[in-house]
Structure formats: C-alpha cells, structure tokens
C-alpha cells in the first residue's frame, strides 16, 4: 500500500520561500512518477510540477516557472522549494504518486493519472 505524506506548508508574505516535502512508502519509490498539485476552493486540481522516475525529468506549470524548483532524492522524498511567492500561489498542495502503466511513459499530467495522493498542506501568502 502506497502512502504519500505532505509536510512544511504555512503562512508566508509575498516574496517569501516554503519548502514542502513529500515522504513516500509502501512500495518502491523508483517505479513512482510524482507530482505536485494544487487547489483553490471552486477550482480544479492544477498541476504544479511533474516528476519523472528518476528526477531528471521535471516538468513545470508556467505560472511557477522560475521560481519553483522540485527535486526527489534517495531518502524517498519529493521536495518542493517555492521561491518568490505570490499571493495567486494561496492553495493547499498535494503531493501524488502513480506507477505508469507504460514503461516508456516518464510524466504524468492530470489528477486522473495518480491513484495515490496525500491529504494536503495549505500554503498562504498575503500580499
């Protein structure tokens, strides 16, 4: 049984940094690809950052293009490090993981791709 577990949200001003990390058990976290999610009230699920197997594949939203930087490491932790925060980033994030059902697939993009998610952690930032 897979678990992903969010952690490191809060309150921050605008033009401030959160890291958010991500611990992953259950099963072998090589064989994940991750993501990175966030959601408003009244709004759908937006992608954030999508990670490949290994973390030498990473693709971003381009709205935090620049400013967010996701990585995944050996410890089977995906991070989050959201620089220059802005106020349209207010969301709680969610951190999902999915075994692709190709080999060849490296990124996932839609909620409807991850089966396993995480409870979220709520980020603010006031402008």
């Known amino acids: 049984q897979v678990h992903v577990v969010e952690s490191g949200g809060g309150s921050v001003q605008a033009g401030g940094s959160l890291r958010l990390s991500c611990a992953f058990s259950?099963?072998?976290?090589?064989?994940?690809?991750m993501a990175w999610f966030r959601q408003t009230p009244g709004k759908e699920r937006e992608l954030v950052a999508a990670?490949?197997?290994?973390?030498?594949?990473i693709e971003y939203t381009d709205s935090v293009k620049g400013r967010f930087t996701a990585s995944r490491d050996n410890s089977n932790t995906v991070s989050l490090q959201m620089n220059n925060l802005k106020s349209e980033d207010t969301a709680v994030y969610f951190c999902?993981?999915?075994?692709?059902?190709?080999?060849?697939?490296?990124?996932?993009?839609?909620?409807?791709?991850?089966?396993?998610w995480g409870r979220g952690t709520q980020v603010t930032v006031s402008s």
């Open positions: 990670i490949n197997w290994s973390g030498r594949n």
């Open positions: 999902a993981a999915a075994y692709p059902s190709d080999a060849t697939i490296q990124l996932l993009f839609r909620p409807q791709d991850y089966n396993h």
């Open positions: 259950g099963r072998a976290f090589d064989n994940y690809a």
